[in-house]
């Protein structure tokens, strides 16, 4: 099992406190993904933290004054990462894979941060935190490591998870000088395009600037709701304001014609109008492609 550590970096003592933490994890059995261990000089520090997200099976939030401020403030790559898990649950409300563990509090602020509600959280905020709710932490994720490994043969012969190619956010400054690329996005000389064309594009955005991001895979199969929650992420507006929107917004649906269908549509629709404004207008077309899928959101 793949488990991420989410954590504001508030002072020396803390990380070193975090990285023991992710050892004592580990000898559960745990692939532990720590940025302090993982995260290299060069590497894009969004997409890092975006890739871990989606990809671990667990999420352990360490929760302290720092993080759940950043975190409801939307600020630095707490805030980010906050936006990324507010998707995942909003999608599975149920979900255990994110586990708060509270390391500080104060009388003045809340334990958990806004996204995480009122889940179960392991309390070590006492001492070094060991004394407290660890040892039962511990035995509930060596019991999930166990089951995981107990499934590891029958999931060797079925195929690996989705692979999804993310580029974005791209922008246009003006669609009159860029109608080949317009066209090209939204497949409009495509004989096969459902819904909207170039006038649409034009009334929805002027001849003002856009920005758009892509979510493509070349599975025979594809997911259309992670596909859609991957291209959300990349939209996201990563702004002071956490309940910024967008009031523009063309998607561009494509995949195999034997494969796609209307509740796939609905479902990917359903994910991406989590960045509309109340009043925005938001128009989606939809056409066919041999193979594989794409999702394109443009906004503005």
């Known amino acids: 099992m793949r488990a991420f550590i989410s954590y504001s970096h508030d002072s020396p ?69 906050s936006i990324i898990l507010s998707n995942k649950l909003l999608q599975d409300q149920d979900s255990r894979k994110f586990v708060p563990i509270l390391r500080s509090a104060t009388l003045n602020t809340q334990a958990l941060p806004i996204f995480l509600g009122n889940r179960l959280y392991v309390d070590m905020s006492v001492g070094d935190g060991y004394q407290t709710d660890f040892n039962r932490l511990i035995m509930q994720v060596s019991t999930q490591v166990r089951l995981s490994k107990g499934t590891t043969e029958r999931q060797q012969n079925e195929p690996d998870r989705q692979i999804i190619q993310v580029e974005g956010p791209f922008c246009v400054p003006k669609i009159d000088d860029s109608i080949d690329l317009v066209k090209e996005m939204f497949g409009i000389d ?8 170039m006038n649409d594009i034009r009334t929805l955005f002027g001849n003002e600037q856009f920005c758009y991001a892509t979510a493509t895979t070349k599975e025979s199969t594809p997911n259309y709701a992670r596909l859609a929650n991957h291209a959300v992420i990349q939209a996201q507006p990563v702004q002071a304001n956490p309940d910024a929107k967008y009031h523009s917004i063309a998607v561009s649906i494509s995949g195999s014609k034997n494969k796609m269908r209307l509740a796939d549509i609905r479902t990917a629709m359903t994910c991406i109008r989590k960045l509309a404004a109340n009043d925005a207008q938001v128009i989606f077309s939809a056409s066919y492609r041999h193979s594989g899928a794409q999702i394109l959101v443009a906004y503005a």
Request: charged residues 25%; glycine residues 8%; proline residues 3%.
């Open 13 to 81: 003592e803390h990380i070193e406190w975090v990285t023991q933490l992710a050892g004592a994890l580990k000898a559960t059995g745990l692939e532990i993904r720590l940025d302090k261990w993982h995260l290299a000089y060069g590497q894009d520090i969004n997409r890092f933290m975006e890739n871990e997200i989606l990809e671990s099976d667990l999420i352990f939030v360490i929760c302290t004054p720092t993080y759940v401020n950043k975190s409801n403030t939307r600020r630095g790559g707490v805030g980010y990462e």
């Open 190 to 197: 495509n004989p096969n395009l459902i819904n909207f064309d």
